[in-house]
């Protein structure tokens, strides 16, 4: 990771569960990272806790609101101004609404679109907007994806979202051969989790925190860290090594 230091990362989604891990593992291996989110008083929390851990990297915490693509132009153009650029983009940022295909409701279904797909893309394009107008050639543009996105979770709540997570499969792909059009050796990765101990369940069933809270009692699951480490060890693969995707999930976990 020393080729990484002092330089510029952008986590979405970096308040809580695995933006907020992987927020603080790129701080403490020295990056400077913009963590951003809708509401930033967690951020901030973990920014000081930082700070206060003798980090030698920095957090900054930024407002932006991932479904309104204004808000997310803004914030590309604030990180040009005071951090000249982002080298390394993480879009973690995501969400789950029960919505099932036959049922579910048009809003929550656009909502999932416009976070998990169009948000991913936005930030993907901007990124590397930035990092080819400074002539970054070793910029990394990392994707969290789900298991979801690579088989149909046999539950109607989650289907729409498994659809999302299909389509950061082919994007992440589509990128690749983009940069690989481009000449350059940016390079695109996914992680793809299984069940992960966050508070995603608990947005996700959020009318029923009991069905939220068996789905973590029942096996031992991932920890936010363990994705950390799984963004770590990408970043710290040598340039000439592209990792495509990483699929992890608990041991214990059946599907």
Same mark, same amino acid.
């Given at each position: 990771?020393?080729?990484?230091?002092?330089?510029?990362?952008?986590?979405?989604?970096?308040?809580?569960?695995?933006?907020?891990?992987?927020?603080?593992?790129?701080?403490?291996?020295?990056?400077?990272?913009?963590?951003?989110?809708? #509401?930033?008083?967690?951020?901030?929390?973990?920014?000081?806790?930082?700070? #206060?851990? $003798?980090?030698?990297? !920095? /957090?900054?915490?930024? *407002?932006?609101?991932? #479904? %309104?693509?204004?808000?997310?132009?803004?914030?590309?153009?604030?990180?040009?101004?005071?951090? +000249? $650029?982002?080298?390394?983009?993480? @879009? %973690?940022?995501?969400?789950?609404? %029960?919505?099932?295909? /036959?049922?579910? +409701?048009?809003?929550?279904?656009? %909502?999932?679109?416009?976070? @998990?797909?169009?948000?991913?893309?936005?930030? !993907?394009?901007?990124? &590397? +907007? =930035?990092?080819?107008?400074? @002539?970054?050639?070793?910029?990394?543009?990392?994707?969290?994806?789900?298991?979801?996105?690579?088989?149909?979770?046999?539950?109607?709540?989650?289907?729409?979202?498994?659809? !999302?997570?299909?389509?950061? !499969?082919?994007?992440?792909?589509?990128?690749?051969?983009?940069?690989?059009?481009?000449?350059?050796?940016?390079?695109?990765?996914?992680? #793809?989790? $299984?069940?992960?101990?966050?508070?995603?369940?608990?947005?996700?069933? @959020? =009318?029923?925190?009991? *069905?939220?809270? =068996?789905? &973590?009692?029942?096996?031992?699951?991932?920890?936010?860290?363990?994705?950390?480490?799984?963004?770590?060890?990408? /970043? =710290?693969?040598?340039?000439?090594?592209?990792? $495509?995707?990483?699929?992890?999930?608990?041991?214990?976990?059946?599907?």
């Amino acid at each position: 990771m020393e080729r990484w230091k002092g330089r510029v990362a952008l986590v979405t989604g970096a308040s809580v569960g695995i933006g907020a891990a992987v927020a603080r593992a790129l701080v403490q291996q020295g990056m400077r990272v913009v963590g951003c989110a809708r #509401s930033v008083e967690k951020i901030e929390k973990l920014a000081a806790e930082c700070q #206060s851990a $003798g980090y030698s990297g !920095t /957090l900054i915490p930024y *407002k932006c609101d991932l #479904s %309104n693509e204004e808000e997310i132009l803004s914030m590309f153009s604030a990180i040009k101004t005071q951090h +000249k $650029g982002v080298d390394v983009c993480i @879009n %973690n940022a995501g969400l789950a609404h %029960n919505e099932p295909l /036959l049922s579910g +409701k048009t809003e929550g279904w656009r %909502n999932m679109i416009d976070v @998990n797909v169009l948000a991913l893309s936005i930030c !993907t394009r901007e990124a &590397y +907007k =930035s990092m080819k107008e400074r @002539n970054v050639d070793d910029g990394h543009i990392i994707n969290i994806n789900s298991m979801g996105g690579h088989r149909m979770v046999p539950s109607a709540d989650e289907h729409f979202y498994c659809a !999302t997570k299909y389509a950061v !499969t082919a994007l992440t792909e589509g990128i690749r051969q983009e940069l690989r059009e481009a000449n350059t050796h940016i390079r695109a990765t996914c992680i #793809s989790p $299984g069940i992960v101990e966050t508070e995603f369940a608990f947005r996700h069933h @959020n =009318s029923d925190p009991e *069905k939220a809270a =068996s789905v &973590y009692e029942s096996i031992k699951c991932l920890k936010a860290e363990d994705i950390a480490s799984a963004i770590t060890y990408v /970043l =710290s693969a040598p340039p000439h090594v592209q990792i $495509g995707d990483v699929q992890m999930r608990p041991v214990e976990q059946v599907s």
